[in-house]
Nanobody, 124 residues
Framework: QVQLVESGGGLVQAGGSLRLSCAAS????????MGWFRQAPGKEREFVAT????????YYADSVKGRFTISRDNAKYMVYLQMNSLKPEDTAVYYC?????????????????WGQGTQVTVSS
């Protein structure tokens, strides 16, 4: 089992940057593929990015490709989401998630464990 705690959210102007962090505890982080999802008010939770256990493979939603970068440091039990060129439509609560098996990277049901989320607000 793994526990996840996100941080780094906040208010930023359009065009700005934020770096989200996800601190993991419990089972060895390298046992899990990791993902980031987000949920805007009134909308369903959606996939943002995922990274394989070793960090050698990443996959992004089209809406963030080229602007966001997911990374991990297994030794520090940390996962990151660097967000650049932020847009108002990126406003959402961002969630970190862990998957024992990365069968369908963009599906919520692939992920076994979730954090509590961190708010990101992008003003225009």
């Amino acid at each position: 089992q793994v526990q996840l705690v996100e941080s780094g959210g906040g208010l930023v102007q359009a065009g700005g940057s934020l770096r989200l962090s996800c601190a993991a505890s419990g089972r060895t982080l390298s046992s899990y593929a990791m993902g980031w999802f987000r949920q805007a008010p009134g909308k369903e939770r959606e996939f943002v990015a995922t990274i394989s256990r070793s960090g050698g493979m990443t996959y992004y939603a089209d809406s963030v490709k080229g602007r966001f970068t997911i990374s991990r440091d297994n030794a520090k039990y940390m996962v990151y989401l660097q967000m650049n060129s932020l847009k108002p439509e990126d406003t959402a609560v961002y969630y970190c998630a862990a998957a024992s098996a990365l069968t369908m990277p963009s599906r919520l049901t692939t992920y076994n464990y979730w954090g509590q989320g961190t708010q990101v607000t992008v003003s225009s």
